[in-house]
């Protein structure tokens, strides 16, 4: 894990507990792995939330490298600056059988020539400045993390943990992940293709094949009406029978989910699009305006036209974020 001053705490310890945890639940503690914090700032670097971490020299880390964990954070920009630190990234990068980054930690990826055509992604507020700085990479602002060859990328800051968790599943298996993510007492599991915005409470799929099903198809009729008896007909299933286990299954009612699948559907829309609210109600299913907004703000707490201007763009200077802006 490669630590500077100015990074994000989390970026840093989240996927370092996450690993840290996957080796104490083996079988054989000891065996999965073991990390190492390297730094050009060692021995103490302070993260932009004032938490320290003791971290060895770069040169320290001259062997094989598994996984090279990069973070982002306030920090980050002079980051970029230090010559030093990107070139052991470009460096270390040859000898690694994965590079990963959390963040704008894409950014230092990126400056060191390991991003050139790949896809990528960072934090949602930055996306737009990663993909004018760096042209030649394809950034994806959407998801949570991408997966580009030896290279994985995640968005802001929590998201680390969910790539950190894609990588546990790719080198355990996804029961062995799923007791991680149970431990440490996450949602699991948010893939990777999923919105830095999705919902975190929206239901994973389920391992009951017909379930699945109907979930799949859900997803792929929500621009019109559903009724439960229809959705059970393609599970083939009676609609009492499927309504008792959906709710086993998912964790919640057929109906409840299904409100919630069109409510996420619509951020998508709000967040990416200038359809009116009706119009967004209309492709999400909603019968009236009246019932999205109801929903829409029980579920979010705001309004849609209050939630869509969260996401507007000012120029090259920044981003609004309920009307105050973040520079860059």
Known sequence: MVSYPGAHALDIAGPVDA?????????????????????????????????AIEAAPLETGEGPIDTLLVPGGWGMHDALANRALVSWIGRAAARCRR?????????LLAEAGLLTGRRATTHWVISAEMAQR????????????IWDGPF??????STGIDMSLALIEDDHGAEFALKVARYLVLYFKRH????????????????????RTAQEWIQDSLGRPLLVAEVAERANMSPRNFARVFRREVGMTPGHYIE?????????????????????????????????????????????????????????????????????
């Open 260 to 328: 919630r699948a069109r409510i996420s559907r619509s951020r998508g829309l709000l967040e990416t699009t200038d359809l009116p609210v009706s119009a967004v109600a209309r492709r999400c299913g909603f019968t009236t305006v009246e019932t999205f907004l109801r929903a829409f703000t029980k579920v979010l707490g705001t309004t849609p036209t209050e939630y869509r201007h969260r996401f507007e763009t000012i120029g090259a200077g920044g981003l609004v974020i309920d009307s105050k802006r973040v520079q860059r």
């Open 19 to 51: 690993f840290d945890t996957a080796d104490r639940l083996l079988d054989q503690p000891g065996t999965g792995y073991r990390i190492e914090f390297v730094s050009p700032d060692s021995p103490l670097v302070r993260t932009c939330s004032g938490l």
């Open 99 to 107: 590079v990963a980054s959390v963040c704008g930690g894409a950014f």
């Open 152 to 157: 994985i990328t995640s968005a802001g800051v």
């Open 192 to 211: 990777g293709g999923q919105s830095q915005f999705s919902e975190v409470l929206d239901a994973q799929l389920a391992e009951f094949a017909p379930i």
């Open 134 to 145: 760096y042209p030649d990479v394809i950034v994806d602002p959407n998801p949570i993390f």
